[in-house]
């Protein structure tokens, strides 16, 4: 089994930063593309950015600049840096990866959700 496990949300004021990680746990051969996906009340769920396992990056244009995505291919890890936040960046952000497992499958995995609240 594969789990992923987000940590680092919570409240922060308009203008601050938090700092979103996610560590991806089992019996894991190997990822490919991570990501970060938020979904705010009453609304779809949304790509944030994503990086593939060579570091490509993608970003949502209403994170460009503000947030940067990084990962730790030795670690399994992905983290999301987030400065200026802005009220509307309130969300549950999630984690998401594909993962090659040890039995060689290959399946796409969501954390569990982390909430960010960002106060005007």
């Known amino acids: 089994q594969v789990q992923l496990v987000e940590s680092g949300g919570g409240l922060v004021q308009a203008g601050g930063s938090l700092r979103l990680s996610c560590a991806a746990r089992?019996?894991?051969?190997?990822?490919?593309?991570m990501g970060w996906y938020r979904q705010a009340p009453g609304k779809e769920r949304e790509l944030v950015a994503t990086?593939?396992?060579?570091?490509?990056?993608n970003y949502a244009d209403s994170v460009k600049g503000r947030f940067t995505i990084s990962r730790d291919n030795a670690k399994n890890t992905v983290s999301l840096q987030m400065n200026s936040l802005k009220p509307e960046d309130t969300a549950v952000y999630y984690c998401?990866?594909?993962?090659?497992?040890?039995?060689?499958?290959?399946?796409?995995?969501w954390g569990q959700g982390t909430q960010v609240t960002v106060s005007s």
């Open positions: 089992g019996s894991i051969f190997s990822i490919n593309a």
């Open positions: 998401n990866a594909d993962v090659l497992r040890t039995n060689l499958w290959l399946r796409n995995y």
């Open positions: 990086i593939t396992s060579s570091g490509d990056t």
